[in-house]
């Protein structure tokens, strides 16, 4: 790692400032000055930064009521393909506000003619430093103030000596709604209105009011202005900094690799010109605001006083917030500080991915076809953004996989409101049939999920085990009353809707959706087990018993009949050792339930689902054969595991890769590893306690989001990781990139960290907490501080001694019935187990991830168990 590239703690500096128009330090130095001081207990804040190809970085700052994205250079080349190179620029969901904000010192665009010399990114803003030229140097932060709909820039500029320097800023909108898109009816083409441009009070105004196609009548707002007063202004259809002329992206087809505007375009320009005074050893900043609204002037212009009102104190209170995240799940993990910090910035990630927007009026779409009247209205939402730029929306599979990292994270309210908001617009949009809709974009547009559509089948089981696991880990009993009714009518509507041969395994869509799959997939018929469990679980803690009961049996019958029904070994799938990702159309009786063997990466699931009582839902055997068959150079790579196995194949578009026991494929081979399949496959490894092999996909994780070789914005964790058919996104065109921070990937860090390294299985809902670690084969000591459990939270500290293993449990605030344990070495027994140091009764348990130790215990203590 090259020491410009390396990680960057702050520390005070004894420095003096100006700020134009706010009490306090700005940029850079209200960093150091309002944050590493005494306003805030604890730490200065961790920063990533990086030196080498800005301008080929994305740089991504959000906030939960907006969301910024440029080059880490500090300007905005046209990006993003859901509409095609608007998908970045300023944005305050569910509209569009800018395509960027540009900024000229003496004449030199930033950016341009002084290009950056360090991008930074912390938690909750990020920096921008154009270094030293001439005795004057210049640096840039960005963040987003806390329940506004506005980004607020600092521009901190020092001298040598005594000057004047005009500042000069260029604002280019784009005012648009978030759907529809460009390919859709209508399309951003025909709903996009030119928009309207003036002077106002210092402050650059733009607007676009009028009646769009199939949207109606509407009225979106924007405001760009400083602390500091203008000494001039231009208005006009430029102003693009040094981006202008644009070089604008065509709606489809060949493209330049870098646009500055789309053929969506329909924006206008201005600029602000400013004079600005500066003293030797004096650091003067001036704070920019860009707000806006989908409710008029009025409401903009609401938006721009909060957010400019006292940016210094307002960025205080954001990184603040984000310290208090970090002092949750803090873990100490020796031999692998990567994985560690990856934990650490995990938890950012997800703090980056709350999003909210107000207004939805609720539509299915039909994949883009229509657009019907509103069938209702949502007063506001709140979620976690499944992926940045082109998914910053509502999900149902995201969501699934990200509750996991965010209860171990400790972030409990972000995945409720998220889970409440996908039962609200499906309770409207599918008329209370219990189906979960797949994908809400932030207009409250439903472009995929709805009763007519084929669904994803996947999301719809696991919603009530998505309920079950929050219930479980906060014990919050109104969560559950709520939200229980939905689950009910979730694994009803798939078993009265979704079976047509009434064999069990339920037919529609799973996570993968290719060609020659059969009608029944693999993912959805695990889930559903899962589900159904959980749901009598969550019946039984509500007295319901003949739900309990028909979800039991219901489990049950597909348990008895799983292994012989999925799993694909033998005969014309020799090279399988794994299950099924799909059987045959149960329409077609000569093929009925044959399995289909893809090697998609949903052939994990049954190792990577636990049900109920901590066991996976593949069989012991299968499970650990099918895993082994998976750490294969045929299917996983550098990163993690690939979508989809590779090998010679006879397919006639097949790849080249190396071969899975040297049998010949009739699938085409994806060779591209998704941060998603990697954590689904580490999860699996350590449900197995497989700890061993599952640090290739933690770290492979890891390394995407924290390595300066391969991150793309740092400490990011990207939707996919360069791979043998997925070139990086540093190398692609700014509009066909994939997500440059994408949540789910977390679940692959912090659910194995705090769940199966650390053991913390809290089942609240029930009255009940289990801790029970297991260290990995070569290390002798793990600890975790402050894992929020319910109202309270645990510490747990392991470590080995020769023969003697110790597990210190501390718990704060949490009223259940507690086991502590451990699992044993392999191939080792228990010669004693004492707690507190005195003996102590214990169970000792099989399970999937070896023997473990179990003692129920009273109290917080310490277990020691000596092995042989």
């Known amino acids: 790692m090259r020491g410009s590239r390396a990680v960057v703690v702050l520390a005070v500096l004894a420095t003096t400032s100006t700020v134009l128009g706010a009490p306090v330090a700005g940029a850079e130095q209200s960093i150091v000055d309002v944050v590493g001081g005494g306003a805030l207990a604890g730490r200065a804040p961790v920063e990533l930064s990086e030196t080498a190809r800005l301008g080929d970085r994305r740089a991504l700052v959000t906030g939960e009521r907006a969301i910024a994205l440029g080059d880490a250079n500090g300007l905005y080349p046209a990006s993003g393909w859901h509409i095609r190179g608007e998908m970045g620029g ?18 030199a665009w930033l950016g341009a003619r002084r290009p950056a010399t360090r991008y930074t990114t912390g938690w909750g803003y990020h920096r921008f430093d154009y270094g030293t030229s001439g005795g004057l140097s210049v640096d840039r932060l960005d963040f987003v103030p806390e329940g506004t709909r506005a980004t607020v820039i600092g521009l901190t500029l020092r001298s ?83 981006q202008d002329p644009a070089v604008v992206c065509p709606a489809e087809g060949d493209a330049p690799p870098r646009c500055d505007d789309s053929a969506f375009g329909k924006g206008t320009g201005g600029r602000l010109d400013y004079e600005i005074a500066l003293r030797p050893g004096k650091a003067t900043t001036v704070w920019f605001t860009v707000a806006g609204s989908d409710a008029g002037p009025g409401a903009a212009s609401a938006e721009y006083a909060k957010a400019s009102r006292d940016p210094a104190a307002a960025l205080r209170s954001v990184v603040a917030g984000r310290q208090a995240l970090a002092a949750t799940t803090v873990v100490d993990l020796p031999g692998d500080a990567l994985l560690a910090r990856s934990v650490e910035w995990s938890k950012q990630n997800l703090a980056d991915s709350v999003q909210y927007a107000a207004g939805l009026r609720l539509r299915d779409t039909d994949e883009g076809r229509a657009f019907p009247p509103a069938a209702g209205t949502l007063d506001g939402a709140r979620w976690l953004g499944a992926g940045f730029p082109d998914y910053p929306w509502i999900f149902g599979t995201d969501g699934e ?22 039962r609200d617009v499906s309770e409207i949009v599918n008329e209370g049939s219990g189906k979960l809709v797949h994908e ?20 719809t089981v696991k919603f009530p085990s998505a309920v079950a696991l929050v219930w479980r880990w906060t014990g919050d009993d109104r969560f559950r009353d709520d939200l229980y009714d939905f689950a009910v009518r979730n694994l009803r509507y798939v078993d009265e809707h979704l079976d047509a041969d009434g064999d069990g395994w339920p037919e529609g869509l799973g996570n993968v959706e290719r060609a020659g799959m059969g009608e029944e997939k693999l993912d959805s018929t695990a889930y559903l087990v899962r589900g159904l469990l959980d749901l009598a679980d969550l ?76 066991t996976p839902l593949a069989d012991p055997a299968h499970g ?81 989001q924290l390595d300066p070789s391969v991150w793309e914005t740092p400490g990011a964790m990207p939707e996919v990781a360069p791979s043998p058919d997925f070139v990086a996104n540093i190398d692609r065109p700014f509009h066909d990139r994939s997500m440059s921070l994408q949540a789910w990937g977390s679940y692959g860090v912090l659910w194995p960290v705090v769940h199966q390294h650390l053991g913390v299985a809290p089942d609240l809902g029930n009255g009940r907490l289990a801790v029970v670690p297991q260290l990995a084969e070569d290390r002798d000591r793990i600890a975790g501080h402050n894992i929020r459990v319910g109202a309270g939270s645990v510490d747990v500290a392991v470590r080995r001694h020769g023969d003697r293993l110790r597990v210190d449990v501390g718990t704060h605030r ?10 044993l070495p392999a191939g080792t027994a228990p010669v004693s187990v004492t707690f507190d140091g005195r003996p102590v009764a214990y169970d000792l348990v099989p399970s999937s991830r070896g023997s473990e130790v179990r003692a129920d215990v009273r109290h917080g203590g310490t277990l020691e168990v000596r092995s042989r």
């Not at 759907?179 to 441009?197: C, F, Q, R, S």
């Not at 199939?214 to 202005?225: M, S, W």
């Not at 949490?814 to 699992?823: D, I, P, S």
């Open 90 to 107: 300023v944005w305050s969901p569910p509209v569009k506000l800018l395509d960027g904000i540009w900024f000229a010192v003496d004449g």
């Open 160 to 242: 040598d000596r005594h000057r004047t320097v005009d500042l000069a800023l260029d604002a280019h909108s784009e005012l648009m709604p978030a759907y529809p898109w460009g390919w859709t009816t209508p399309g951003a083409a025909e709903v996009n209105l030119p928009d309207t441009g003036a002077y106002d009070q210092g402050r650059l105004a733009f607007r676009e009011r009028g009646t769009s196609p199939g949207t109606g009548a509407h009225d979106y707002a924007a405001l760009v202005g400083s602390s500091a007063s203008p000494v001039g202004h231009a208005l006009g259809q430029g102003h693009r900094g040094p």
């Open 401 to 422: 996989y990200t509750a996991f990292a965010a209860v171990a994270a400790g972030q409990f309210e972000p995945i409720k409101d998220h889970l409440r908001a996908l």
């Open 440 to 459: 809400i974009v932030s207009t409250g547009d439903v472009y995929f999920g709805a009763n007519d559509d084929a669904g994803n089948t996947d999301e």
């Open 539 to 614: 019946a039984a803690s509500k007295g319901d018993r003949a739900t309990r009961d028909w979800a039991a049996g219901r489990a049950e019958d597909l348990r008895t009949r799983f292994e012989r029904t999925w799993w694909a070994g033998g005969g014309t799938n020799a090279d399988a050792n794994a299950y099924a990702e799909s059987i045959d159309d149960p329409a077609d009786p000569a093929n009925d339930n044959r399995p289909v063997f893809q090697r998609h990466w949903t052939g994990v699931s049954p190792m990577e689902i636990e049900l109920p009582g901590g």
């Open 624 to 704: 650990t054969t099918a895993l082994a068959q998976r750490e294969k150079d045929c299917y996983t790579g550098e990163f993690g595991l690939y979508h989809t196995g590779s090998g010679p194949t006879s397919a006639p578009e097949g790849n080249p890769g190396p071969s899975c026991d040297g049998v010949v494929s009739t699938v085409r081979g994806e060779r591209s590893t998704y941060s998603l399949n990697t954590a689904v496959m580490a999860v699996a490894e350590g449900n197995f306690g497989r700890l061993g092999p599952q640090r290739t996909y933690t770290t492979g994780n890891a390394r995407i």
């Open 814 to 823: 949490v009223r259940a019935e507690l086991t502590v344990g451990a699992v």
